[in-house]
């Protein structure tokens, strides 16, 4: 591989304090949502059982620092989406004009060459490289943010009701790191599928409409048109079994938190009748889940994004791998004087009325 090839993993290092800021308001933001969700069932939940259990209770229930814990988490949270929402889109519109100034660069070295420097490849690189994105955006970032929304999430069962912790993994791990993976691994063909459908839809589309006029004096435009509608429906079925996987693992995502919700319960009734877990806290731990099924669903719902990005790398790597013109017509034109003859050609397209018949002739290296 070329020094000058782009990996993934350059697409966070070009910008790593952009990113790492961007993250880290993003992991604030979501630890403060499910904070805010557990915090809130809790403080209910205790209020409601101190009003009940008797009234001079009631009167001692502290709810001034729960409410003040309340509304800086509520705080915290919007401040925070917005912080990340202005950093990433900063990280990304940097990292979008640094590949733009790299490979625009690189196809000028390649000026002149054909194949190197045409209407498709440019297209190719403008689109390639508005999904290389993906993978910090909606990959990377979501899954450090799972993982640590996890992890705290394991620790306070660990500290709070260590019994628990043996049920709850299971399906813990089953909707926040199993079924992603899975989810990713297939996206990673679906996506390639996706690349190559998209672009054969549209060479099939804008091929023949350079040589419209011709088409329609020979009667082929009908033949044209049906060959798109057939790459057409194709991508469109292939756009619908993504949409369809994607619904497959995240009902498969929430099928695991809604058994990881039963057990809680289940196992927390014997905690309850003990008196080792508090009515509140059990509550917190329900809500939190709900908090961890914003943060777990995206990485199923969006299961291709790192497919999307693996292809549009390789096929940047491929087209600035080309040599510049110059370098392969060195290469590649032989020395020495050409001579280029035809006799006696003839041409017919099927079904057509007429064609080039009888053709001689004689072309020389150099001769206009």
């Not at 943060?295 to 990005?309: I, K, R």
């Not at 060195?330 to 001579?339: E, H, N, R, T, V």
Request: one cysteine or more; charged letters at 15%; proline letters at 4%.
């Amino acid at each position: 591989m070329s020094r000058q090839d782009i990996r993934l993993r350059d697409l966070w290092q070009s910008r790593r304090g952009m990113w790492s800021v961007a993250w880290l308001l993003g992991a604030v933001t979501l630890l403060a949502t499910v904070a805010l969700l557990a915090v809130s069932g809790w403080f209910i939940s205790a209020a409601a059982a101190a009003g009940v259990a008797a009234l001079a209770t009631a009167y001692m229930f502290d709810y001034f620092r729960p409410g003040a814990i309340i509304r800086a988490l509520a705080i915290v949270r919007t401040a925070g989406r917005y912080g990340e929402r202005l950093a990433s889109h900063n990280a990304v519109l940097a990292l979008l004009r640094d590949l733009r100034v790299r490979f625009f660069g690189r196809l000028a070295a390649a000026a002149g060459s054909v194949d190197v420097v045409s209407a498709g490849s440019m297209h190719r690189l403008t689109s390639d490289i508005d999904l290389l994105d993906q993978w910090p955006l909606r990959f990377l970032m979501p899954w450090l943010w799972a993982l640590l929304l996890q992890t705290a999430f394991v620790l306070w069962l660990l500290l709070a009701a260590p019994a628990l912790l043996l049920y709850v993994l299971p399906p813990l791990l089953l909707a926040g790191v199993v079924l992603p993976a899975m989810a990713a691994w297939r996206g990673m063909a679906l996506a390639r599928q996706d690349t190559q459908a998209a672009e054969e839809r549209r060479r099939r589309l804008l091929m023949p409409l350079s040589l419209i006029t011709s088409l329609l004096l020979w009667r082929r435009w009908a033949d044209c048109e049906t060959s798109f509608l057939e790459a057409d429906a194709e991508y469109g079925c292939l756009q619908l079994r993504q949409q369809q996987w994607a619904s497959v693992y995240v009902w498969l995502q929430q099928c695991a938190l809604a058994l990881l919700v039963a057990l809680l319960l289940w196992q927390g009734w014997p905690l309850l009748e003990s008196g080792a877990l508090s009515v509140p806290v059990l509550l917190a731990m329900v809500l939190a889940v709900f908090g961890l099924n914003e943060v777990l669903t995206p990485l199923a719902a969006q299961f291709m994004a790192l497919g999307f990005s693996s292809a549009a790398r390789d096929r940047l790597n491929a087209l600035g791998s080309a040599k510049p013109a110059a370098e392969k017509a060195a290469a590649g034109w032989p020395q020495g004087s050409l001579i280029f003859s035809a006799e006696n050609i003839s041409a017919k397209r099927a079904g057509a009325l007429n064609g080039a018949e009888h053709v001689n002739f004689v072309l020389e290296s150099g001769q206009a």
